[in-house]
């Protein structure tokens, strides 16, 4: 196993720099005067790579935080939306709702690694089934229409 060193203030700067968002990968380098080869050289290293990962697990954990925080809000409008006026509208709503994963307080205990393959591999409705229900649901907006 190959000894790795501590990573440097300027490593942690780039990095942090790298997550802020303003600037690319290209202008933060220029930006601390890092060449190409030696970023690469970095990212090779075992204590900077584990202090990226790092940066970028924290990332997915905030933009998970986020997301969950507006589901409810991003549910309710959809449901909204399904009484829209417009038949597009409301049958786009309706779509979005079935496709929808069915997320439970479980899967907000696992690890982000097991979220994301749980998210990928809830099982959906199938053609027949989506289809039945967006049949019920143009039946009962063409008799709305109708009255």
């Known amino acids: 196993m190959k000894k ?4 440097s203030k300027k490593q ?10 303003e600037l690319d990968e290209q202008a933060v380098l220029d930006k601390y005067g890092v ?13 900077f790579a584990e ?5 970028i697990a924290a990332a997915y954990r905030q933009s998970a935080a986020l997301l969950a925080r507006y589901a409810t809000l991003a549910a309710a409008k959809l449901v909204q939306l399904t009484e829209s006026s417009s038949p597009e509208t409301a049958r786009k709503a309706c779509l979005d709702i079935i496709s929808m994963p069915n997320l439970s307080s479980s899967k907000a205990e ?3 690694d ?14 027949e089934t989506a289809s039945k229900i967006l049949a019920v649901l143009a039946k009962e907006s063409n008799d709305e229409n109708q009255q």
């Open 4 to 7: 790795t060193s501590k990573v």
């Open 12 to 21: 942690l700067a780039v990095i942090d720099e790298l997550f802020s968002g």
């Open 35 to 47: 060449s190409r080869t030696v970023y690469y050289r970095w990212l090779a290293d075992e204590s």
């Open 51 to 55: 202090q990226f990962d790092r940066h």
């Open 110 to 112: 696992k690890s982000i």
């Open 114 to 127: 097991n979220r994301q393959s749980q998210i990928e591999n809830q099982p959906s409705l199938s053609p």
